[in-house]
């Protein structure tokens, strides 16, 4: 729960300095995603690793490895 918490204030941080769509600032996202699925919390986590993937298309491509990852994260949520 405190990694969440800690995940959850760098991308909040990360938000207001560098923008939403900002790969360090996608990164923050993701790693959220990360600490919420070692909860157990996949439903949330899933939320979260597709708000990334959508922005990562759009800024990053769809081949990049950022978004690719993402990608990959969404789907271990969904088969947990």
């Known amino acids: 729960v405190q ?11 990360r938000k207001k300095t560098l923008g939403e769509d900002h790969p360090e600032t996608l990164r923050s996202l993701n790693n ?3 600490a919420l699925s070692s909860q157990g919390n996949n439903v949330q986590a899933e939320a979260l690793y597709q708000q ?5 298309k759009k800024t990053l491509g769809e081949d990049h490895p950022e978004t690719l990852r993402s990608l990959n994260n969404m789907a271990n949520a969904l088969s947990s």
């Open 3 to 13: 990694a969440e918490a800690l995940h959850r204030q760098c991308w909040e941080v």
């Open 32 to 34: 959220m995603a990360n």
């Open 52 to 56: 990334c993937w959508e922005v990562q």
